[in-house]
């Protein structure tokens, strides 16, 4: 199946190039590059694993600890590659495996390590396990590897339960027979294209440890694991007795998500890794209920590091992210674990465009809002995340203060959600806009052929040529501000900070010698000046032994 030689080039070792540095993960800020949209090497219009391989320079100047790839496999790119067809090849629009093979090699070199997206929840519907199944017919023993099921009603015209999908509509499609009869239901709680497996299954088990064993062989560093909360189903598959089920999600435990019965696979995989030299790691994808489930997903003989969604979705407000931040660290000190920061992603909007929009309106928006309030804060809220206790992920563009592409023609959008109609609000496609290098030139120095996504005219200016050596610019913010937190005793790992006594909608926390002040607020505040500033997100100024903190604005002092 695979569409390049499926033996992996000459393995690589991650520890002989890759500059030792004991629990390197615990503070490690991660770089997440969505290869289709990072930089592309064939004039296609489509980014690729060259592309990135020959900016790698340009992330190890930024300052950043490793980078996550999202996911290049075969695949008929139904969800933009999270729709596996084949884990051990590449698909042909990304390279192949020797482009893998020097992507690795060239970023420990450079000192970078890599981590590579898993997608075990479900494969793609041309996997070859799927296409058999299909073709083999009712009673096939490969549709035991994923949830294949008799319909209700008087001739099974109705879907096995309620469960709806994530992407909208139900959860279940029926297949059409060898014989050419309307015939079972297979379950995919994402697009139709992305059956789920069943993980009861023994060789569904077998064959993931292989694929991990296959890339770890290959030097990356470790995995991001797509809907690590999903793979166990509760048993029986029972219905869950309601209707728009996307509003309960991350308020209650469902029947296919955050089932106890994950952990038992981690523990598996967890044994794998430890096997292997140079600290790989493990990074879930969990959206569970509460930041304690998460937790588990993290206990010392499971994964490495979990995404803190509840972080994400905290507004820019000075009280709520005091909770989120206490209730994070609370949950992850008991495990001992590193909490983790985000403010965006290839799934969400990006925060400076939230931002720049009232509170509670979600994490996909299709507002530009104002525009500068939400650099602003954007700048102010990068400041406060890369001051916290753990580990920070940074999506890519968002230190060129990118905004969301909010006007895209509904012709030229390409997110399954979109197209499912009652799903998510399917404006995925806005964060996902090839990022610019050079003020002019085709596609701003993404590639020779334009992009996959129509660019928004202005997008030179924000463009990494137009912000490189001008100082205030967010790209120079974030070059500063990752060096200082690489070079200051006080930041990066730890699992507590020392809250102050401030105004309200002023949040600030001391570690050591260091002192961070966040005004979320919409206007100037005067503060104790904590000591020397290393860094400020906006403009401040100081007299006698006073600081005034502008309006959405960041400042990191040290006494030492």
Same mark, same amino acid.
């Given at each position: 199946m695979?569409?390049?030689p499926?033996?992996a080039p000459?393995?690589t070792?991650?520890?002989?190039?890759?500059?030792e540095?004991?629990?390197w993960?615990?503070?490690?800020?991660?770089?997440?590059?969505?290869?289709?949209?990072?930089?592309d090497?064939n004039?296609?219009?489509?980014?690729?694993l060259?592309?990135?391989?020959t900016?790698l320079?340009y992330?190890r100047?930024?300052g950043?600890d490793?980078?996550?790839?999202?996911?290049?496999?075969?695949?008929?790119?139904?969800d933009?590659g999270?729709d596996?067809?084949?884990?051990?090849?590449?698909d042909?629009?990304f390279g192949?495996?020797?482009d893998?093979?020097?992507l690795?090699?060239d970023?420990?070199?450079?000192?970078?390590?890599?981590?590579?997206d898993?997608?075990?929840?479900?494969?793609?519907?041309?996997?070859d396990w799927?296409?058999r199944a299909?073709a083999?017919?009712?009673?096939?023993?490969?549709r035991?590897r994923?949830?294949?099921?008799?319909?209700?009603?008087?001739?099974?015209?109705l879907?096995?339960?309620?469960?709806e999908?994530i992407?909208g509509g139900?959860?279940?499609?029926?297949?059409?027979?060898?014989?050419?009869?309307?015939?079972?239901?297979?379950?995919?709680l994402?697009?139709?294209?992305?059956?789920d497996?069943?993980?009861?299954?023994?060789?569904?088990?077998d064959?993931?440890?292989s694929?991990l064993?296959?890339?770890?062989d290959?030097g990356?560093?470790g995995?991001?694991?797509?809907?690590?909360?999903g793979?166990?189903?509760?048993?029986?598959?029972p219905?869950l007795?309601s209707?728009e089920?996307?509003?309960?999600?991350?308020?209650?435990?469902?029947?296919?998500?955050?089932?106890d019965?994950v952990?038992a696979?981690y523990?598996q995989?967890?044994?794998?890794?430890?096997?292997?030299?140079g600290?790989r790691?493990f990074?879930?994808?969990?959206?569970?209920?509460t930041?304690?489930?998460?937790?588990?997903?993290?206990r010392p003989?499971e994964l490495?590091?979990?995404?803190?969604?509840?972080?994400l979705?905290t507004?820019?407000?000075?009280?709520?992210?005091r909770?989120?931040i206490?209730?994070?660290?609370?949950?992850?000190r008991?495990v001992g674990?590193?909490?983790?920061?985000?403010?965006?992603?290839?799934?969400?909007?990006?925060h400076?465009?939230?931002f720049?929009?009232?509170a509670g309106?979600?994490?996909?928006?299709r507002l530009?809002g104002?525009?500068?309030?939400?650099?602003r804060?954007a700048?102010?809220?990068t400041?406060?995340m890369?001051a916290?206790p753990?580990?920070a992920?940074?999506y890519?563009?968002e230190?060129l203060?990118l905004?969301? #592409?909010?006007?895209?023609?509904d $012709?030229?959008r390409?997110? %399954? =959600?979109y197209? *499912?109609?009652?799903?998510?609000? /399917?404006?995925?496609?806005?964060?996902r806009?090839?990022?610019p290098w050079?003020r002019?030139?085709?596609?701003?120095?993404f590639?020779d052929?334009?992009?996959?996504l129509?660019?928004?005219?202005?997008w030179?200016?924000?463009s990494v040529e137009a912000q490189t050596?001008?100082p205030?610019?967010?790209?120079?913010?974030y070059?500063e501000?990752l060096?200082?937190?690489?070079?200051?005793?006080d930041?990066?790992?730890?699992d507590?900070?020392?809250?102050?006594?401030a105004?309200?909608g002023?949040?600030?926390?001391?570690r050591?010698d260091f002192?961070? #002040?966040?005004?979320?607020?919409? $206007?100037s505040?005067a503060? %104790? =000046?904590?000591? *020397?500033?290393?860094l400020a997100? /906006?403009?401040i100024?100081?007299?006698a032994?006073?600081?005034k903190?502008p309006?959405?604005?960041?400042?990191?002092?040290?006494?030492?």
């Open positions: 695979s569409q390049q499926s033996a000459a393995p070792s991650a520890v002989a190039t890759v500059s540095r004991h629990d993960w615990r503070d490690a800020v991660i770089y997440q590059v969505y290869p289709r949209s990072f930089a090497s004039g296609d219009g489509m980014g690729d060259e592309g990135v391989r900016r320079p992330l100047d930024l950043v490793a980078v996550w790839l999202s996911p290049f496999y075969a695949s008929p790119q139904a933009a999270y596996v067809a084949d884990y051990r090849a590449v042909p629009m192949t495996l020797l893998a093979d020097a690795i090699r970023a420990h070199a450079l000192g970078l390590r890599i981590i590579v898993l997608v075990p929840n479900h494969s793609s519907d041309q996997y799927f296409k299909l083999e017919g009712p009673g096939s023993p490969l035991d994923y949830h294949f099921r008799p319909g209700k009603g008087k001739n099974g015209e879907p096995p339960n309620d469960w999908s992407f139900p959860a279940w499609t029926r297949v059409t027979e060898p014989d050419g009869t309307p015939g079972e239901w297979y379950l995919h994402f697009a139709p294209e992305q059956p497996f069943n993980w009861e299954h023994p060789a569904v088990g064959e993931f440890r694929i064993r296959f890339w770890l290959m990356v560093d995995f991001r694991i797509d809907v690590a909360h793979m166990v189903k509760a048993e029986g598959l219905d007795g209707h089920q996307l509003k309960l999600l991350g308020n209650d435990v469902m029947p296919f998500f955050d089932q019965g952990h696979i523990r995989w967890r044994r794998i890794l430890d096997e292997y030299s600290e790691i990074v879930a994808e969990a959206w569970t209920p930041v304690e489930r998460t937790a588990n997903y993290v003989d490495h590091q979990a995404f803190n969604f509840q972080y979705g507004h820019w407000d000075a009280e709520e992210l909770t989120v206490d209730r994070t660290l609370d949950a992850m008991p674990a590193p909490a983790t920061w985000v403010l965006s992603n290839h799934d969400v909007t990006r400076a465009t939230r720049a929009n009232p309106l979600g994490t996909q928006i530009a104002d525009r500068a309030l939400g650099l804060r700048r102010a809220a400041l406060l890369l916290l753990g580990s992920y940074v890519q563009g230190e203060g905004p969301d #592409v909010v006007d895209l023609p $012709e030229v390409q997110d %399954p =959600a197209f *499912r109609g009652a799903g998510q609000d /399917g404006f995925r496609d806005g964060c806009v090839p990022i050079t002019e030139g085709s596609s701003y120095g590639g052929g334009g992009s996959w129509p660019q928004p005219a202005g030179g200016e924000l050596g001008t205030g610019s967010t790209l120079e913010l070059r501000a060096a200082v937190r690489r070079s200051t005793a930041l990066g790992a730890g507590a900070v020392e809250w102050l006594r105004p309200e002023v949040a600030a926390f001391r050591g002192v961070c #002040v966040a005004n979320t607020t919409g $206007e505040v503060l %104790p =000046a904590y000591g *020397r500033v290393l997100s /906006g403009e100024t100081e007299t032994g006073e600081a903190v309006a959405d604005t960041t400042v990191w002092w040290t006494r030492a």
